[in-house]
């Protein structure tokens, strides 16, 4: 298997030669099965549960600032994530939304077997994101979401996956900051929409700021405007 992990010193090698920073799982453990790893409360609203579930596989479709929104609370309270398939990430992007770099992973070209690459960081990963997943069979995607499952693992994908509980999707993206011919791009207020199956079947939204004016994730304030017209219509 070929492999190339940099952006990130990982502690333990793997009999697969990706290494994992982790202890790989033994036989017929499950991690944490049932919990949750922390997100960002602002992304609450539009998950079935309060965070990641361990073992789910929740597909990001379009926006990498909500993969990393995903990503940021997790691994700054521990958690080890990879990203396998992207190889034109922006790292400095990551760190600015609250991604912990030194608890990441980059795989920017998984070799001739993707699968086995994300079946082994599954093994031992909590967060695997997976990107290029038209080159990942269907029935290879269903057995990796079946790994994650299986080790407690969450499995991002950045693309359409079968089987995944829930897609979220971003919509009505519009940038603030310019005036008319001046100014600067300072953040962009957009929908996050999710749905799926089980718990996710009910669809949700919410607006964020994503990236806000620091890079990060925020929720979009109501603004004085629009509370005064509240008021003068509920009186």
């Known amino acids: 298997m070929s492999a190339t992990v940099s952006s990130a010193t990982l502690s333990a090698p793997t009999a697969d030669g990706v290494s994992v920073g982790v202890p790989r799982v033994e036989a017929g453990g ?4 049932g919990r949750v790893l922390p997100t960002r409360a602002e992304l609450a609203a539009v998950l079935p549960w309060p965070g990641l579930r361990r073992g789910s596989t929740v ?3 379009g926006s990498v600032s909500l993969l990393f929104a995903l ?33 990441l992973a980059v795989v920017p070209q ?25 080159q990942v069979l269907d029935a290879d995607a269903r057995r990796l979401s079946a ?9 991002l994908p950045f ?16 940038w603030r900051g310019l005036g008319h011919g001046h100014g600067h791009l300072r953040e ?20 964020l700021l994503l990236p806000s004016h620091d890079g990060s994730i925020a929720a979009v304030e109501e603004r004085p405007a629009a509370r005064a017209h509240l008021r003068a219509v509920t009186g």
């Open 71 to 103: 990503l940021a609370e997790a691994t700054a309270n521990g958690s080890w994530a990879a990203v396998v398939g992207l190889p034109g990430i922006n790292l400095v992007a990551a760190a600015e939304t609250g991604v912990s770099l030194d608890r």
């Open 30 to 33: 499950v991690p944490g099965a």
């Open 147 to 155: 790994r994650a499952r299986n080790r407690g693992s969450v499995l």
């Open 159 to 174: 693309g359409r996956w079968p089987g995944a509980e829930v897609q979220l999707r971003c919509s009505g993206a519009r």
């Open 188 to 207: 962009r207020d957009v929908t996050v929409h999710s749905e799926g199956r089980g718990a996710a079947s009910r669809p949700r939204s919410c607006q």
């Open 59 to 61: 597909a990001v479709h």
């Open 110 to 134: 998984p070799g001739s077997d993707p699968a086995g690459v994300i079946a082994a960081l599954l093994d031992g990963v909590d967060l695997v994101v997976v990107g290029k997943t038209g």
